[in-house]
């Protein structure tokens, strides 16, 4: 629908020299009747008489929603001043640098060109122009500048401004995910690799004691002291024991030749753990601050959608050789129909669908959250009870090894709890790795393994 508010007098257009200042002129007269807020000029420049301010839900400028008004420095600034908890120096630091030095540079080109709308969004109050170019009825080609500056809009700018920040925000986020998310599973790579190592030095000892075994038994059957079955059992254990350091050593090797891949440079001479100090106070996961986004972005689109089917007020002044032909125009994007009321509450339930999903997000943070710091408390509480089983089990070994020593114990006694000692063992020396591995979950989901500096 559009109606002229102001009728348009005929126009009076021939070929000739334009007047470029004139139509600059008029450009910043038409920018003056709109700040940056969404309010309108106290005279305007069409009647001379002062028009009303217009509210900030309702200006061409106008928020529309409080969700839309969230400015994009916030969030960035919030990412930036995230700190990694990685020392400085050490194996971690040494795995973290290579793997982000590899790191291809998509999320990071993605998140400056979203910069670049932005920064082209916010200028969108400022009057539009154009050249038009028109065939008269005598033949003639007539040329003149058009000038366009919107008055009111239903806040369909300051929403477009609110999508671009939003997108910014998504871009940001979605980066220092992603740089989080190469940092993890690099060190999770390197510590995997440090356990299997670890894992196979445990198996590699417990082998050479079963070989020990096997070798007494084997002379125990030879001199008829043993049946061959016990040789038999002895010998499927010492297998099974090989089995196990081979699938470490293994392991292993695959783990750092994977890391080795995601790595600007070879990180097989690095070892060693390194402790990480988690801060008192957990910073936002970084799946809420994407969700967050996202959805300040959706509320914006919706707010966008909205203005489309309401009438909105433009001026608009045609510039050629001589006076400037000036208009208001009173229309909407949208033609009213039987199905726009329906339209305009699709839109604002996507909006409560938008906050839903939000929240939705935090609260399945808070839940994986819980779940990590449980994991953590039962790994720490599993490795300390484990260290004391073990130290049990190792002191029942040595008694055991000296009453077979003395003839006061059968050696398949000693090969079985033998067997038991090296199984707790080489399960005690894992915890360290596991808990090693929560921990470094826990800081990728909170966006502390990368300094915020880098976005």
Known sequence: MAARTLPRRPARRRSGTLHPAAALALAAALSGCMSPQGVLSSRSMFTGARAPETSARTGANGAGDSHVTAAVPQTIAELKARRTILPPSGPYAQVAGAVLAAMGQTAAAELRVKRLAAQAADKNWLPRIGPSVSLTSLGALASSILVEQVLFDNGRKKAERAYAAADVEVAAVTLSTEMNDRVHEGLALYVKALKAQAQAQVADAAVTRMREYDRIMRARVKGGLSDMSEARVITQKLGEMQATAGA????????????????????????????????????????????????????????????????????????????????????????????????????????????????????????????????????????????????????????????????????????????????????????????????????????????????
Request: charged share 25%; net charge negative.
């Open 248 to 455: 470490d050593r293994d392991n292993a090797r695959m783990a750092m030749a994977e890391l080795n891949a995601m790595a600007q440079v070879p990180l097989d001479g690095v070892s060693g753990l390194s402790s990480l100090e988690m801060p008192a106070a957990a910073p936002e996961p970084l799946s809420v601050v994407r969700a967050e986004a996202e959805a300040r972005r959706s509320i914006a689109e919706a707010e966008i959608a909205r203005a489309a089917h309401l009438p909105g007020l433009t001026a608009q002044a045609e510039i050629g050789g001589g006076k400037p032909d000036l208009g208001l125009t009173l229309g909407a994007d949208n033609l009213f129909g039987f199905n726009t009321a329906t339209d305009l509450q699709a839109i604002s339930a996507s909006k409560e669908a938008a906050r839903a999903r939000a929240a939705e997000a935090r609260q399945k943070a808070d839940r994986t959250r819980t779940q990590r710091e449980a994991q953590l408390r039962n790994l720490r509480d599993k490795a300390a009870r484990g260290q004391e089983v073990l130290e049990q089990t190792r002191q029942t070994l040595e008694t055991f090894t000296a009453q077979y020593r003395v003839g006061r114990r059968p050696l398949m006694e000693l090969v079985s709890m033998y067997e038991t000692y090296a199984a707790l063992g080489r399960t005690q020396v894992g915890l360290a790795y596991d808990i090693a591995l929560v921990e470094l979950q826990i800081a990728a989901e909170d966006g502390l393994l990368v300094d915020g500096t880098n976005i």
